[in-house]
């Protein structure tokens, strides 16, 4: 944080607060001013706080970044705070005046450029940073404003990502740089506001804002937006200004230019997780000449990297000054590529050409610990997971184990698969396992170790558990763990309990590895035996010894409510209470009882403690309300209190009640009446009102009305009569005296209610309903109401007017209908009358509906003949209307109607198979035959297929190929017939071994020389076909396999031994040899029998002599069954007597002559053909990596 100060002996204007600083309250001196005046400008930096006290003592901190100007009237400096660890400095330089704040660690000198502030990272400048400048009062003076120091604003390229600070440079140099920085900025300011620049009239640049770094080590950069100052009301453009800035523009766009100009970056030192990078500074930057006025310019570079080829984004990796970085943490057998771009200030230049590159392999990943899959008392299976193998594939993985002595690792396996079984181990012993991988560049490092324990025995009894902790219902036990070794595996504790008198025994209460347990839902201050047993995955234990606890007992339960014994008197109360239904477990000691004046709310007062049931209160109040209440203690502690009564003292009878009023109007057989309460109630509420009625003043009296409601209504009264009423009051004391008679008549009502309709039925579709008329009750009948309906509930208007009769048509046949009327006069309708009823004839029954043919499996009773020529039909039964359905008739062709019983379901018999009839159902009654159902095509099954002819088409020693039928091998589409074969398991068992729609079928896994038997069957949609009979078909008998080639010994000149190896006779057949011999393409057979030896004497091999041999099996039926001849053998070189007195000399001539001679084998001209492949194949590999994968 920098303050700027600046002296003048002219009083100055008041200060404008900016809008970044509204809400800073300028001091009193500092608007108002006469003498010598100092103006402060303080920068508050991004991350920094400042803080000022006002004349009246308030303190206000101010966040960075702002712009705070302040005045001093007496030209003295204003306490600035500064935050903990931190020393202010005051610095005069060039005529202004600096406030520095500095660490104490650090020493400032005048001569020394201002150090950096060390902030870990450039913050975003603040919102209002950006687009706001301190606006001034016009009335400032120009020579004023424009003495301070230009803006000086951040963005994220302007500051570098390191908080490196700046060799310190001299004063000159210092000055040249911030020329070039002021230069850049401004030409930044006119390429975005696209307008020239305000002159120092038309608003004053802020103060300048840093970021952590000193004057030589700043770029600033321009606003992001421009500015909208206050501008005066005559103000222009300085002419010098605009060519200056067309100067500027000019060399920003030659520095951009320079900075485009950036080589690729080069790669070296390549690792499988790291590269160095380094990169040469633009060619241009490097020859320009710069002018000896000017400071060279500091470059800052910005290095990206990606994973996805140059098309891919790019992710800056570095930003700083250097030429050279190195790449860490990549990842192994990677293609990368890198581009580097520089900048100056805020001039960028555009990224060099992506360099590429690929790291090297590694080796694998440590893989995870292996994981225990099964053990026993002597084996552990592990099984393990494979990990990145880092670019070469894994050849093998490194088992290791410390032999459950706890000691170094030792290896167990090597090899290629993820899984091993570790045999003859101890039982109940840990032992530790880890594991590697291995691919062509190393090892990788090992894995966790896991440690498991191979099965042991059961844990021992523990020690019987003690009680922690007792409640009421409950009751925390705990226990410890068993004696003995507990070789890693965690115990499992089960909590038995047992109740006394329950004669259940011991029951399990708690399952699990905790060492604590508390049993709820206990009864109170009752024992109970707990015992413990101990589980592990080897077995359980024998239980504990049995101990016996008891839980605590409970608070008893709340007494009865008290009650009064005997009328309650002016100044007295006799109270009693009935013992609580629930004692606790223990014994009531005493009762406690509390009593309340409830009119006044006076708090609960105790006027009685001890073990008595009743008490007498005395000094009461008389018609005063109380409330009592009552509770008990015992050893179990203090119950709820009882539910409160509620008593008064004796009061006295209320005065009379006010004269009855009519509420509202008089209806026709109502009179509604209200009164007013008593103006005494006698010293207690008013518990009832009565209210007497009668038809004159000397005629009897009867109760109309008793309740606490000051209203009431008199119903049930007769229309324009005359009625005289009286009312009292009651309370606890007894009734007051009655009121003033009041008369009251009621208005004319509706008549009176019909009596039941007369019903005459005419037809079956015609009824006549006729009625009386009612008493009118004061006003003529002048209209009748008719309902009628089916239903009870459902009636509707059928006929409204003065008639009294009304003939009802269009009805159903075998229906009941309702009916009821109602009169109505000039006051209203009366009541309807009571509902008169009438039954229409039956008809015969409607159509039948829903005929439909069903499955067998839906009959209640089996199909009585084949499929194919039958048909189960089912129906839904119609109306009857109103006769009850004696049977049907089924119509299905060319022969008459078929009847059956009251039944709804029917199945034709003896139909042609494959067949469309045509079907129809009727249903009688006892009136007649009703009209047939709609038609309903059905149609019969086709007949079942017949088994297909079965035959071998080839036989093998354990297999039958079996063939059926005309059609293909292949399966047929669905919906075609199927079959299913047959092979007889024993004497009267046969297995279905196939089905499906394919007319062949393989057999395997048979025995050789066999006689089995096979039967068929075929099946479509119409059913099941019969089964075949037996066809029987035996297999081969299978020859010797192949033998391994013969070993030829040399026994002396010109003779030979040659053996091979023997075979043990096929299922008791014996087994014979054939020894060849192979010259060339010429064969001769040299040995047949019994013996695995042969000597042959008395022949001078050839070079291309070969031996090879074949067994056979003799059989007694089918003669010999040969195998395939063995790999031969060529017979060895051996030289005569007498041959090594040629010399040296015609012993190379001749050796030479033989191998010129010698013949390519088939074993060697196999051998060259793979290796050729082989290469071709490595050949291709190759082409695709560079071709395909790496372009």
């Known amino acids: 944080m920098l303050c700027f100060?600046?002296?003048?002996?002219?009083?100055?204007?008041?200060?404008?607060?900016?809008?970044?600083?509204?809400?800073?309250?300028?001091?009193?001196?500092?608007?108002?001013?006469?003498?010598?005046?100092q103006m402060i400008l303080v920068q508050v930096n991004p991350g920094e706080t400042f803080t000022i006290r006002t004349e009246d003592g308030h303190v206000q901190c101010i966040t960075g970044p702002a712009h705070v100007p302040m005045v001093s009237p007496n030209g003295t400096m204003p306490p600035i705070f500064v935050p903990p660890g931190y020393m202010s400095q005051v610095v005069e330089e060039n005529g202004m005046r600096k406030v520095v704040v500095l660490p104490h660690a650090a020493e400032f000198h005048p001569s020394m450029p201002l150090p950096p502030l060390h902030v870990p990272q450039y913050l975003h400048p603040h919102p209002a940073m950006l687009h706001q400048h301190p606006i001034y009062p016009r009335e400032m003076a120009p020579h004023f404003v424009h003495q301070l120091p230009p803006p000086q604003m951040y963005s994220e390229q302007d500051v570098p990502c390191h908080g490196v600070s700046?060799?310190?440079?001299?004063?000159?140099?210092?000055?040249?740089?911030?020329?070039?920085?002021?230069?850049?900025?401004?030409?930044?300011?006119?390429?975005?506001?696209?307008?020239?620049?305000?002159?120092?009239?038309?608003?004053?640049?802020p103060a300048p804002v840093h970021n952590g770094h000193n004057k030589s080590g700043a770029t600033p950069a321009a606003s992001p937006g421009p500015t909208k100052p206050k501008l005066p009301s005559k103000?222009?453009?300085?002419?010098?200004?605009?060519?200056?800035?067309?100067?500027?523009?000019?060399?920003?766009?030659?520095?951009?230019?320079?900075?485009?100009?950036?080589?690729?970056?080069?790669?070296?030192?390549?690792?499988?997780?790291?590269?160095?990078?380094?990169?040469?500074?633009?060619?241009?930057?490097?020859?320009?000449?710069?002018?000896?006025?000017?400071?060279?310019?500091?470059?800052?570079?910005?290095?990206?990297?990606?994973?996805?080829?140059?098309?891919?984004?790019?992710?800056?990796?570095?930003?700083?000054?250097?030429?050279?970085?190195?790449?860490?943490?990549?990842?192994?057998?990677?293609?990368?590529?890198?581009?580097?771009?520089?900048?100056?200030?805020?001039?960028?230049?555009?990224?060099?050409?992506?360099?590429?590159?690929?790291?090297?392999?590694?080796?694998?990943?440590?893989?995870?610990?292996?994981?225990?899959?099964?053990?026993?008392?002597?084996?552990?299976?592990?099984?393990?997971?494979?990990?990145?193998?880092?670019?070469?594939?894994?050849?093998?993985?490194?088992?290791?184990?410390?032999?459950?002595?706890?000691?170094?690792?030792?290896?167990?396996?090597?090899?290629?698969?993820?899984?091993?079984?570790?045999?003859?181990?101890?039982?109940?012993?840990?032992?530790?396992?880890?594991?590697?991988?291995?691919?062509?560049?190393?090892?990788?490092?090992?894995?966790?170790?896991?440690?498991?324990?191979?099965?042991?025995?059961?844990?021992q009894p523990p020690a019987p558990p003690h009680l922690a902790a007792a409640g009421v219902s409950w009751l925390t036990l705990e226990w410890s763990a068993p004696c003995g070794p507990s070789f890693g595996d965690a115990y499992t504790y089960t909590l038995e309990m047992e109740e006394e008198g329950t004669g259940y025994g011991f029951k399990p209460k708690h399952n699990g590895e905790e060492l604590s347990c508390t049993v709820k839902g206990l009864r109170r201050s009752t024992a109970y035996k707990f015992r413990v047993l101990a589980a592990n995955t080897e077995g359980r234990s024998q239980p504990s010894t049995a101990v016996e606890f008891i839980t605590q007992p409970d608070k008893p339960g709340a007494p009865g409510q008290p009650s009064l014994k005997g009328p309650a008197q002016p100044h007295c109360l006799r109270v009693a209470w009935d013992i609580p239904k629930d004692d606790g477990g223990s014994e009531i000691k005493q009762y406690v009882l509390e009593m309340s004046q409830s009119d006044s709310g006076s708090p609960w007062a105790v006027v009685y403690s001890g073990p008595q049931k009743e008490h007498v209160c005395e000094g009461l109040e008389a018609g005063t309300c109380y409330s009592l209440r009552v509770y008990c203690e015992s050893a179990g502690g203090q119950s709820q209190v009882s539910d409160v009564l509620l008593v008064q003292t004796a009061p006295v009878p209320p005065g009379p009640c006010q004269a009855l009023q009519l509420r509202g109007k008089a209806k026709p057989r109502e009179i509604p009446l209200t009164w007013a309460p008593p103006v005494w109630d006698g010293g207690a509420s008013i518990s009832q009102y009565t209210v007497e009625m009668a038809e004159s003043a000397e005629g009897p009296r009867c109760p109309l009305y008793q309740g606490l409601e000051t209203d009431c209504t008199?119903?049930?009264?007769?229309?324009?009569?005359?009625?005289?009423?009286?009312?009292?009051?009651?309370?606890?004391?007894?009734?007051?005296?009655?009121?003033?008679?009041?008369?009251?008549?009621?208005?004319?009502?509706?008549?009176?209610?019909?009596?039941?309709?007369?019903?005459?039925l005419k037809t079956a579709n015609c009824v006549l309903a006729s009625w009386e008329v009612p008493a009118c009750n004061g006003a003529e009948v002048s209209e009748f109401r008719l309902e009628w309906g089916a239903a009870e509930g459902a009636l509707m208007v059928a006929y409204c007017g003065p008639s009294r009769s009304y003939e009802a048509r269009g009805l159903l046949p075998a229906t009941v209908y309702y009916c009821r009327v109602q009169a109505g006069n000039s006051a209203g309708t009366g009541p309807f009358g009571d509902i008169a009823m009438v039954t229409t004839p039956p008809s015969v029954p409607a159509?039948?509906?829903?005929?439909?043919?069903?499955?067998?499996?839906?009959?209640?009773?089996?199909?009585?003949?084949?499929?194919?020529?039958?048909?189960?039909?089912?129906?839904?039964?119609?109306?009857?209307?109103?006769?009850?359905?004696?049977?049907?008739?089924?119509?299905?062709?060319?022969?008459?109607?078929?009847?059956?019983?009251?039944?709804?379901?029917?199945?034709?018999?003896?139909?042609?198979?494959?067949?469309?009839?045509?079907?129809?159902?009727?249903?009688?009654?006892?009136?007649?035959?009703?009209?047939?159902?709609?038609?309903?095509?059905?149609?019969?099954?086709?007949?079942?297929?017949?088994?297909?002819?079965?035959?071998?088409?080839?036989?093998?020693?354990?297999?039958?190929?079996?063939?059926?039928?005309?059609?293909?091998?292949?399966?047929?589409?669905?919906?075609?017939?199927?079959?299913?074969?047959?092979?007889?398991?024993?004497?009267?068992?046969?297995?279905?071994?196939?089905?499906?729609?394919?007319?062949?079928?393989?057999?395997?896994?048979?025995a050789e020389a066999t006689l089995y038997h096979f039967s068929i069957q075929a099946h479509n949609e119409a059913g099941v076909g019969p089964l075949s009979t037996l066809y029987s078909f035996s297999t081969s008998r299978s020859p010797p396999g192949q033998l391994k080639a013969p070993r030829i010994e040399s026994l002396e000149w010109n003779q030979y031994e040659v053996t091979w190896e023997a075979l043990p006779p096929m299922r008791g057949d014996p087994i014979v040899y054939t020894l060849q011999l192979q010259r060339g393409r010429e064969a001769e057979q040299l040995y047949r029998g019994p013996s695995a030896t042969y000597k042959w004497q008395g022949v001078v091999p050839g070079s291309d002599w070969r031996v090879r041999v074949c067994a056979g099996r003799k059989c007694p039926d089918s003669g010999e069954l040969w195998g395939p001849y063995s790999p031969s053998t060529s017979l060895p070189a051996m030289e005569p007597p007498g041959a090594s007195e040629g010399g040296p000399k015609a012993t190379a001539r001749e050796g030479g002559t033989s191998k010129m001679g010698r013949a390519i084998t088939d074993e060697q001209f196999a051998l060259l053909l793979l290796l050729g492949f082989s290469t071709v194949a490595i050949l291709f590999a190759v082409v695709i990596q560079y071709f395909v994968i790496n372009v």
């Open 235 to 459: 103000t222009s453009a300085s002419p010098p200004l605009d060519r200056e800035n067309a100067d500027v523009v000019t060399e920003i766009r030659t520095v951009m230019e320079l900075l485009s100009s950036m080589s690729k970056p080069t790669v070296h030192s390549i690792t499988s997780c790291s590269a160095d990078l380094s990169w040469a500074s633009p060619a241009g930057v490097r020859n320009v000449d710069t002018p000896s006025a000017q400071a060279p310019l500091i470059l800052s570079y910005e290095l990206a990297f990606s994973q996805n080829g140059t098309e891919g984004s790019f992710t800056p990796v570095y930003v700083g000054g250097e030429t050279s970085f190195t790449l860490e943490e990549l990842r192994p057998a990677t293609g990368y590529h890198v581009r580097v771009c520089a900048s100056c200030g805020s001039v960028k230049g555009s990224p060099s050409e992506a360099a590429g590159f690929t790291t090297q392999s590694a080796p694998p990943d440590a893989p995870a610990p292996p994981r225990l899959i099964v053990r026993s008392k002597s084996s552990l299976v592990l099984q393990w997971k494979a990990p990145s193998d880092n670019g070469s594939k894994i050849t093998g993985y490194l088992l290791e184990y410390d032999e459950g002595k706890q000691s170094a690792f030792k290896e167990i396996y090597f090899g290629h698969a993820k899984q091993y079984k570790i045999i003859r181990l101890s039982p109940s012993t840990k032992y530790s396992f880890r594991i590697a991988a291995k691919n062509d560049v190393g090892m990788s490092p090992f894995s966790e170790v896991l440690t498991c324990c191979t099965a042991g025995s059961a844990p």
């Open 714 to 760: 008199a119903s049930h009264l007769l229309p324009g009569h005359s009625y005289c009423f009286w009312v009292k009051a009651a309370n606890q004391a007894g009734c007051g005296p009655l009121s003033e008679m009041q008369e009251l008549s009621t208005a004319p009502g509706p008549p009176e209610q019909c009596g039941p309709p007369e019903l005459t």
């Open 166 to 205: 700046l060799p310190p440079r001299d004063e000159r140099a210092t000055k040249q740089q911030e020329h070039l920085h002021r230069r850049l900025n401004t030409s930044s300011s006119v390429r975005v506001s696209r307008s020239p620049p305000p002159s120092p009239l038309k608003g004053p640049p």
């Open 847 to 1006: 159509a039948v509906r829903l005929v439909e043919v069903v499955g067998e499996d839906t009959l209640p009773e089996s199909m009585p003949g084949p499929a194919f020529s039958c048909l189960a039909l089912q129906w839904e039964e119609p109306c009857c209307n109103g006769t009850e359905i004696t049977g049907y008739n089924i119509d299905y062709g060319e022969q008459l109607p078929l009847s059956i019983g009251r039944i709804n379901h029917c199945v034709l018999e003896n139909l042609q198979p494959d067949t469309t009839y045509r079907v129809r159902v009727q249903a009688v009654n006892n009136v007649g035959p009703g009209p047939f159902s709609t038609v309903l095509k059905a149609k019969t099954r086709p007949l079942p297929p017949e088994p297909p002819q079965l035959e071998c088409v080839a036989t093998g020693p354990q297999s039958l190929k079996l063939k059926w039928g005309e059609g293909s091998n292949r399966a047929q589409p669905s919906g075609t017939t199927q079959f299913c074969l047959h092979m007889q398991a024993s004497a009267d068992r046969l297995v279905c071994i196939y089905s499906g729609p394919c007319h062949t079928f393989k057999v395997q896994r048979l």
């Open 5 to 37: 100060t600046m002296m003048t002996d002219q009083p100055h204007p008041p200060l404008e607060a900016t809008p970044m600083l509204s809400d800073v309250s300028l001091v009193p001196h500092m608007l108002n001013g006469d003498s010598m005046q």
